[in-house]
Nanobody, 122 residues
């Protein structure tokens, strides 16, 4: 019913920038929260950043000042601008969203994208 599709990952040199996109589609009634998580090899998935429908944001301490999340509610899309990338930012980045569907507008469900690889290396 609902799909999250990420794009924008790739290989970048240290100090470089990348912009990830996450587009939600399907039978959407409302999107409450959109965010990004990441999972590096051998590590647990961790929160990077989230943004609420009202625009409130929260960031992991390690990315504050370098990463910026934004969303276009009209397009059901969230973006992650990543600047000053470091090798330790290498991971699979997953989009996450809390969404109520048309079928069950009072129920909020958690959805994940398929992930996009970000590799920071010289």
């Amino acid at each position: 019913q609902v799909q999250l599709v990420e794009s924008g990952g790739g290989l970048v040199q240290p100090g470089g920038s990348l912009r990830l996109s996450c587009a939600a589609s399907g039978s959407i009634f409302s999107i409450y929260v959109m965010g990004w998580y990441r999972q590096a090899p051998g590590k647990q998935r961790e929160l990077v950043t989230i943004v609420t429908s009202g625009g409130t944001t929260n960031y992991a301490d390690s990315v504050k000042g370098r990463f910026t999340i934004s969303r276009d509610n009209a397009k059901n899309t969230a973006y992650l601008q990543m600047n000053s990338l470091k090798p330790e930012n290498t991971a699979v980045y997953y989009c996450n969203a809390v969404i109520a569907t048309m079928n069950t507008p009072l129920v909020r469900n958690n959805y994940w994208g398929q992930g996009t690889q970000v590799t920071v290396s010289s």
